[in-house]
Protein backbone atom coordinates (compact mmCIF):
# COMPACT_ATOMS: atom_id res chain seq x y z
CA UNK A 1 0.00 0.00 0.00
CA UNK A 2 -0.73 5.58 0.19
CA UNK A 3 5.02 3.11 1.61
CA UNK A 4 3.73 7.10 3.29
CA UNK A 5 6.53 2.90 3.40
CA UNK A 6 0.41 4.39 1.42
CA UNK A 7 1.31 5.27 1.94
CA UNK A 8 4.59 3.51 0.68
CA UNK A 9 3.95 5.83 -0.13
CA UNK A 10 2.68 5.80 -0.66
CA UNK A 11 3.27 6.39 0.19
CA UNK A 12 8.15 7.47 0.01
CA UNK A 13 8.54 11.00 1.87
CA UNK A 14 8.10 14.30 0.16
CA UNK A 15 11.59 15.49 2.02
CA UNK A 16 13.20 17.50 -0.57
CA UNK A 17 16.99 16.30 0.90
CA UNK A 18 19.66 15.66 -1.57
CA UNK A 19 23.18 15.02 -1.66
CA UNK A 20 25.43 17.57 -3.59
CA UNK A 21 27.82 16.08 -6.51
CA UNK A 22 30.89 16.59 -4.40
CA UNK A 23 29.84 13.51 -2.46
CA UNK A 24 29.82 10.91 -5.35
CA UNK A 25 27.06 8.83 -6.35
CA UNK A 26 23.35 10.75 -5.01
CA UNK A 27 22.07 8.38 -2.22
CA UNK A 28 18.18 8.20 -1.71
CA UNK A 29 17.20 10.96 0.41
CA UNK A 30 17.05 10.02 4.15
CA UNK A 31 13.72 10.38 4.19
CA UNK A 32 12.40 9.41 0.60
CA UNK A 33 9.70 6.72 0.29
CA UNK A 34 10.79 3.40 0.11
CA UNK A 35 9.38 0.78 -2.40
CA UNK A 36 9.42 -2.77 -1.39
CA UNK A 37 9.99 -6.05 -4.01
CA UNK A 38 6.66 -7.78 -4.21
CA UNK A 39 6.09 -10.51 -1.61
CA UNK A 40 3.83 -13.37 -1.08
CA UNK A 41 1.37 -12.94 0.78
CA UNK A 42 0.87 -14.90 3.96
CA UNK A 43 -2.13 -17.52 4.13
CA UNK A 44 -5.63 -16.66 3.48
CA UNK A 45 -6.91 -16.16 7.63
CA UNK A 46 -5.14 -18.18 10.38
CA UNK A 47 -7.11 -21.10 11.44
CA UNK A 48 -9.15 -21.22 14.80
CA UNK A 49 -8.30 -23.97 17.24
CA UNK A 50 -10.98 -26.36 16.36
CA UNK A 51 -10.46 -25.46 12.63
CA UNK A 52 -12.11 -23.54 9.77
CA UNK A 53 -11.54 -19.77 9.24
CA UNK A 54 -11.12 -16.82 11.71
CA UNK A 55 -14.90 -15.46 12.20
CA UNK A 56 -15.18 -11.57 10.61
CA UNK A 57 -17.35 -9.22 11.04
CA UNK A 58 -20.40 -9.29 8.78
CA UNK A 59 -20.15 -5.53 8.35
CA UNK A 60 -16.47 -5.17 7.49
CA UNK A 61 -17.12 -8.52 5.33
CA UNK A 62 -19.70 -6.89 3.42
CA UNK A 63 -17.14 -3.47 2.63
CA UNK A 64 -14.26 -5.35 2.06
CA UNK A 65 -16.20 -7.23 -0.99
CA UNK A 66 -17.17 -4.13 -1.99
CA UNK A 67 -14.34 -2.28 -2.49
CA UNK A 68 -12.72 -5.28 -3.84
CA UNK A 69 -15.18 -5.41 -6.75
CA UNK A 70 -15.18 -2.01 -7.37
CA UNK A 71 -11.88 -1.42 -8.49
CA UNK A 72 -12.47 -4.48 -11.50
CA UNK A 73 -14.25 -1.37 -13.59
CA UNK A 74 -10.77 1.30 -12.31
CA UNK A 75 -8.97 2.18 -15.22
CA UNK A 76 -7.98 5.96 -13.78
CA UNK A 77 -8.53 8.51 -11.32
CA UNK A 78 -7.20 12.00 -10.95
CA UNK A 79 -6.85 14.19 -7.51
CA UNK A 80 -5.50 16.91 -5.49
CA UNK A 81 -3.52 15.91 -2.84
CA UNK A 82 -2.49 16.73 0.66
CA UNK A 83 0.30 15.04 2.38
CA UNK A 84 1.26 15.46 5.50
CA UNK A 85 4.50 14.25 7.55
CA UNK A 86 5.01 14.50 10.99
CA UNK A 87 8.14 12.87 12.54
CA UNK A 88 7.80 12.12 16.12
CA UNK A 89 11.35 12.49 17.12
CA UNK A 90 12.26 16.03 16.10
CA UNK A 91 8.22 17.32 16.54
CA UNK A 92 8.46 18.15 13.17
CA UNK A 93 5.43 18.37 10.91
CA UNK A 94 5.74 18.80 6.97
CA UNK A 95 3.17 19.90 4.49
CA UNK A 96 2.80 19.37 0.82
CA UNK A 97 0.14 19.90 -1.78
CA UNK A 98 -0.36 18.76 -5.40
CA UNK A 99 -2.01 16.37 -7.84
CA UNK A 100 -1.93 12.89 -8.24
CA UNK A 101 -3.14 10.85 -11.12
CA UNK A 102 -3.06 6.77 -11.49
CA UNK A 103 -3.82 5.04 -14.84
CA UNK A 104 -4.15 1.25 -15.81
CA UNK A 105 -3.05 -0.06 -18.36
CA UNK A 106 -3.59 -3.63 -18.42
CA UNK A 107 -1.31 -5.23 -16.04
CA UNK A 108 0.48 -1.75 -15.88
CA UNK A 109 -0.13 0.41 -13.30
CA UNK A 110 1.36 3.72 -13.83
CA UNK A 111 1.32 6.84 -11.06
CA UNK A 112 2.41 10.57 -10.95
CA UNK A 113 2.55 12.68 -7.66
CA UNK A 114 3.25 16.40 -8.26
CA UNK A 115 3.93 18.27 -5.33
CA UNK A 116 3.86 22.17 -6.10
CA UNK A 117 3.95 23.81 -2.75
CA UNK A 118 5.85 22.78 0.75
CA UNK A 119 4.29 24.14 4.03
CA UNK A 120 7.13 24.03 7.07
CA UNK A 121 6.00 26.58 10.12
CA UNK A 122 3.20 28.29 8.63
CA UNK A 123 5.66 29.20 5.68
CA UNK A 124 4.51 28.47 1.93
CA UNK A 125 6.71 27.57 -0.35
CA UNK A 126 6.67 27.03 -3.74
CA UNK A 127 8.81 23.81 -4.34
CA UNK A 128 8.07 21.89 -7.29
CA UNK A 129 9.04 17.90 -6.01
CA UNK A 130 7.63 15.04 -8.13
CA UNK A 131 7.58 11.20 -8.37
CA UNK A 132 6.51 9.22 -11.42
CA UNK A 133 6.01 5.48 -11.70
CA UNK A 134 5.71 4.18 -15.33
CA UNK A 135 5.29 0.42 -14.25
CA UNK A 136 8.82 -0.55 -13.52
CA UNK A 137 11.00 2.50 -13.13
CA UNK A 138 10.59 5.51 -10.30
CA UNK A 139 11.19 8.61 -10.80
CA UNK A 140 11.99 11.86 -8.19
CA UNK A 141 12.52 15.10 -10.01
CA UNK A 142 13.15 17.60 -7.80
CA UNK A 143 12.88 21.06 -10.10
CA UNK A 144 14.45 23.37 -7.61
CA UNK A 145 17.84 21.59 -7.43
CA UNK A 146 17.23 20.55 -10.71
CA UNK A 147 18.12 16.44 -9.49
CA UNK A 148 16.70 13.93 -11.80
CA UNK A 149 16.68 10.38 -10.04
CA UNK A 150 15.30 7.09 -11.77
CA UNK A 151 14.92 3.65 -10.06
CA UNK A 152 14.14 0.44 -11.61
CA UNK A 153 12.13 -0.52 -8.36
CA UNK A 154 10.51 -3.97 -10.09
CA UNK A 155 12.14 -7.20 -10.81
CA UNK A 156 12.65 -8.41 -13.66
CA UNK A 157 9.71 -10.50 -14.38
CA UNK A 158 7.27 -9.07 -11.85
CA UNK A 159 4.28 -6.02 -11.75
CA UNK A 160 4.83 -4.05 -8.90
CA UNK A 161 1.05 -1.91 -7.47
CA UNK A 162 2.68 0.99 -6.92
CA UNK A 163 -0.37 1.65 -4.36
CA UNK A 164 -0.30 -1.28 -2.33
CA UNK A 165 0.66 -1.40 1.26
CA UNK A 166 4.05 -2.77 1.82
CA UNK A 167 4.68 -2.43 -2.10
CA UNK A 168 4.63 0.98 -3.06
CA UNK A 169 6.09 4.26 -2.30
CA UNK A 170 2.63 5.53 -1.13
CA UNK A 171 0.09 3.80 0.95
CA UNK A 172 -3.23 4.64 -1.20
CA UNK A 173 -4.49 0.81 -1.09
CA UNK A 174 -6.91 0.63 -4.28
CA UNK A 175 -8.89 -2.72 -4.92
CA UNK A 176 -6.71 -4.69 -2.61
CA UNK A 177 -8.25 -8.58 -2.28
CA UNK A 178 -10.17 -8.95 0.57
CA UNK A 179 -8.28 -12.06 1.17
CA UNK A 180 -4.69 -10.27 1.18
CA UNK A 181 -5.79 -7.69 3.78
CA UNK A 182 -7.64 -10.41 5.99
CA UNK A 183 -4.58 -12.01 5.82
CA UNK A 184 -1.97 -9.31 6.88
CA UNK A 185 -4.39 -7.19 9.08
CA UNK A 186 -6.92 -7.46 11.98
CA UNK A 187 -9.63 -5.16 10.60
CA UNK A 188 -11.49 -2.87 12.56
CA UNK A 189 -14.45 -0.04 11.67
CA UNK A 190 -13.09 3.47 12.22
CA UNK A 191 -14.86 6.98 12.66
CA UNK A 192 -13.49 9.89 11.08
CA UNK A 193 -11.11 11.68 13.48
CA UNK A 194 -12.42 14.84 15.32
CA UNK A 195 -8.91 16.98 14.93
CA UNK A 196 -5.79 17.10 11.86
CA UNK A 197 -6.11 16.37 8.56
CA UNK A 198 -8.67 14.22 8.11
CA UNK A 199 -11.75 15.74 10.23
CA UNK A 200 -13.57 16.83 7.58
CA UNK A 201 -14.28 13.68 5.69
CA UNK A 202 -17.88 13.00 5.09
CA UNK A 203 -19.74 9.97 3.72
CA UNK A 204 -16.77 8.09 3.91
CA UNK A 205 -16.13 4.41 5.55
CA UNK A 206 -13.77 4.07 7.62
CA UNK A 207 -11.14 0.53 8.56
CA UNK A 208 -8.78 0.46 10.56
CA UNK A 209 -6.14 -2.23 9.78
CA UNK A 210 -3.61 -3.45 12.61
CA UNK A 211 -0.56 -5.61 11.20
CA UNK A 212 -0.63 -9.03 11.95
CA UNK A 213 2.33 -10.57 13.60
CA UNK A 214 5.27 -11.64 11.37
CA UNK A 215 4.02 -9.50 7.93
CA UNK A 216 6.27 -7.28 6.12
CA UNK A 217 3.74 -4.68 7.17
CA UNK A 218 4.20 -5.07 10.59
CA UNK A 219 7.87 -3.74 10.01
CA UNK A 220 6.47 -0.36 9.00
CA UNK A 221 3.47 0.33 10.46
CA UNK A 222 1.59 0.34 14.09
CA UNK A 223 -1.75 1.12 12.19
CA UNK A 224 -3.55 2.36 9.41
CA UNK A 225 -6.67 4.11 8.97
CA UNK A 226 -8.01 4.03 5.49
CA UNK A 227 -11.41 5.63 4.90
CA UNK A 228 -12.96 5.15 1.45
CA UNK A 229 -15.36 7.52 0.04
CA UNK A 230 -19.19 6.02 -0.50
CA UNK A 231 -20.11 7.58 -3.98
CA UNK A 232 -16.40 6.12 -5.41
CA UNK A 233 -15.18 3.45 -3.06
CA UNK A 234 -12.04 5.12 -3.72
CA UNK A 235 -9.61 5.90 -0.32
CA UNK A 236 -9.50 9.50 0.57
CA UNK A 237 -8.15 9.80 3.70
CA UNK A 238 -4.89 7.48 4.90
CA UNK A 239 -3.17 8.06 8.49
CA UNK A 240 -0.60 5.69 8.64
CA UNK A 241 1.37 5.65 12.09
CA UNK A 242 4.86 3.70 11.45
CA UNK A 243 6.70 1.57 13.96
CA UNK A 244 8.86 4.65 15.12
CA UNK A 245 5.77 6.87 15.91
CA UNK A 246 6.10 9.17 12.61
CA UNK A 247 2.59 10.10 10.83
CA UNK A 248 1.89 10.27 7.45
CA UNK A 249 -1.51 11.45 6.20
CA UNK A 250 -2.98 11.98 2.49
CA UNK A 251 -6.45 13.56 1.98
CA UNK A 252 -7.55 13.11 -1.48
CA UNK A 253 -10.09 16.02 -2.55
CA UNK A 254 -11.67 16.75 -6.03
CA UNK A 255 -11.43 13.21 -6.74
CA UNK A 256 -12.63 12.16 -10.48
CA UNK A 257 -12.78 8.14 -10.97
CA UNK A 258 -11.96 7.37 -15.00
CA UNK A 259 -11.67 10.60 -16.00
CA UNK A 260 -10.64 10.84 -19.72
CA UNK A 261 -6.50 10.89 -20.34
CA UNK A 262 -6.16 14.18 -22.39
CA UNK A 263 -2.74 14.55 -23.55
CA UNK A 264 -1.63 17.23 -21.14
CA UNK A 265 -2.28 14.16 -18.08
CA UNK A 266 -0.43 11.52 -20.52
CA UNK A 267 2.53 13.91 -20.42
CA UNK A 268 2.43 14.43 -16.77
CA UNK A 269 2.74 9.71 -16.70
CA UNK A 270 5.84 10.53 -18.74
CA UNK A 271 9.38 10.21 -17.35
CA UNK A 272 12.02 10.86 -20.17
CA UNK A 273 14.86 12.42 -18.30
CA UNK A 274 15.65 16.18 -18.76
CA UNK A 275 18.57 17.72 -20.46
CA UNK A 276 21.69 16.28 -18.49
CA UNK A 277 23.74 19.82 -19.63
CA UNK A 278 21.41 21.36 -16.77
CA UNK A 279 20.26 18.73 -14.54
CA UNK A 280 21.93 16.12 -12.70
CA UNK A 281 20.77 12.93 -13.90
CA UNK A 282 21.14 9.57 -11.77
CA UNK A 283 19.58 6.22 -13.47
CA UNK A 284 19.43 3.18 -11.08
CA UNK A 285 18.65 0.17 -12.54
CA UNK A 286 17.30 -3.19 -10.64
CA UNK A 287 19.75 -4.87 -8.39
CA UNK A 288 18.63 -7.64 -6.15
CA UNK A 289 19.87 -7.77 -2.77
CA UNK A 290 20.97 -11.28 -2.43
Known amino acids: MLK ?9 SASCAVQAPSQGPSQPPASAPAANPPEQPPAAQ ?9 AIDPDIDALLTRLEASAKDLTSFAA ?9 LLARTETRTGEIIYRIDGEKKAFA ?5 RIIKNR ?53 AKVDVLARFDVARIDVPKDGLLKSLQNVDGLLLTPRPNVPEARDYQRVEIFYDRATSLP ?26 DEAMLKKLDIAEPDARTWRIDIRPWKSDE
Open 236 to 261: VGINAVETNDDRKTVKLTDLRRNPAM
Open 46 to 54: PPLAGGGAA
Open 4 to 12: LTLLAALLW
Open 113 to 117: VLFDN
Open 80 to 88: TITYEKEEA
Open 124 to 176: LENRLYHYVFDGRWLAEIDHENKQFIKREIVPPGKVLDPLKLGEGPFPLPIGQ
